[in-house]
């Protein structure tokens, strides 16, 4: 059983099922390009005690923070991890890579994946029509893995160098074009810096400099912890049931430097702000251990490793006391751990309102503020 599925908010329905995430989502609303400025969104903010929403704009976001506050940012970066090329027959085929195993292979989902056994190969560059393209790789499928996954191996050149070369912008699919140039800057946050996610943690790409420097000039830390977003932050749930459903692991840092922030602001009664799921996941997986330790006890331990924790209504958080975040798709397993933040009527409602008050959605959308 996943992490934390056992802990229960005294109030909670023992169980939910994934149809109860279901919200009806005009394919209008969907954001198919970003704000012209990064601070520009609109920001409805939801007071988890009384339900109760507002309407601001993003630019209002550090009002919302106290002196003392920690606001805690997943600084992985958006690598170019999506390369289409041809298969040994000429056909076109992607292969969108999602993180380096120890051995130099890459774990991966392609695309047709029917067709994609083992032994077969995949090639970018000229032999792909790439005209202006120096070189030429190729990945080999060498084993299929499961959960849509295949393990490739590249040839002609390394990894890293392809997705520089042939790579382009991972965009999810509800954004129906394809990437511009633009995007190598937009989807990513301002404050990304380690390399290994293939898609963006969203809630961080409404930040700019300036409101950066505002929350710091409210007495508000910023801590930094990071989360390569993988395909178990985006996989479809396909089980009625969410206990059910798999995530996939992904890799996880919490540095000393940021425990420390983290456990000195908790201790003198600060809040901690997950800046998006994906850092909201960070520091429950990183949490003491529930029930809760005794005061002295830190809030969240440093270390790092790979995290499968999959966090859905009833769940009881322990380390995040406020969350930032974009609007979800239905269904997701992101959608469900806000519910589990905000508890499920409240967020529906929420998310009603926001289609109500035509709010731009999912990635390059609008915010969401849970105090």
């Known amino acids: 059983m996943p992490a934390g599925a056992d802990a229960r908010a005294p109030d909670a329905p023992a169980r939910y099922a994934v149809d109860d995430f279901a919200y009806d989502c005009p394919p209008e609303l969907i954001a198919q390009y970003p704000a012209p400025d990064r601070a520009d969104s609109r920001l409805l903010v939801l007071e988890r005690a009384s339900g109760t929403l507002a309407h601001r704009a993003f630019r209002d976001f550090p009002t919302l923070l106290h002196p003392g506050d920690v606001l805690v940012l997943n600084t992985s970066r958006v690598i170019p991890a999506r390369l289409h090329g041809v298969r040994d027959n000429g056909r076109p085929a992607e292969v ?7 051995d130099g292979s890459w774990l991966a989902m392609v695309h047709p994946g ?5 032994g077969r190969r995949v090639v970018f560059g000229e032999a792909a029509g790439a005209a202006d393209a120096a070189g030429v790789a190729e990945a080999e499928i060498v084993a299929v893995v499961g959960g849509g996954l295949r ?5 002609g050149m390394e990894a890293r160098e392809a997705m520089e070369r042939f790579g382009t912008v991972p965009l999810p699919p509800y954004i129906h074009r394809a990437p511009e140039a633009d995007d ?32 710091r000039d409210r007495g508000v830390a910023i801590a930094a912890v990071v989360l390569h977003v993988g395909p178990g932050t985006f996989k ?27 456990n000195a602001a908790r201790a003198a009664g600060g809040r901690i702000w997950a800046v998006g799921t994906t850092a909201a996941r960070v520091l429950e997986t990183a949490a003491a251990p529930s ?19 999959f966090i859905y209504p009833p769940y009881v958080f322990r380390a995040v006391d406020a969350l930032l975040t974009n609007f979800h798709l239905p269904r997701s397993t992101l959608l469900m751990l806000v519910a589990a933040f905000a508890g499920h009527t409240p967020v529906m409602a929420a998310y009603r309102e926001a289609v109500r008050a035509r709010y731009r959605l999912y990635s390059y959308g609008d915010a969401m503020a849970v105090v």
């Open 236 to 262: 479809p749930v396909e089980v009625t049931d969410p206990a059910q459903h798999i995530m996939h692991a992904e890799w996880y840092e919490v540095s000393e430097a940021t425990a420390a922030t983290i």
């Open 184 to 215: 190598r800057e937009r989807y990513q946050t301002v404050y990304a810096r380690a390399d290994g996610s293939v898609a963006a943690p969203t809630a961080g790409l409404h930040f700019t400099p300036e409101i950066l420097t505002a929350v």
């Open 96 to 102: 969108l890579l999602v993180h380096a195993e120890p």
């Open 151 to 155: 393990r490739v191996r590249f040839h």
């Open 114 to 118: 029917g067709k994609l056994k083992v």
């Open 291 to 309: 029930p809760a330790p005794p005061a002295s006890a830190p809030a969240i331990y440093a270390g790092s490793g790979w995290t499968d924790l």
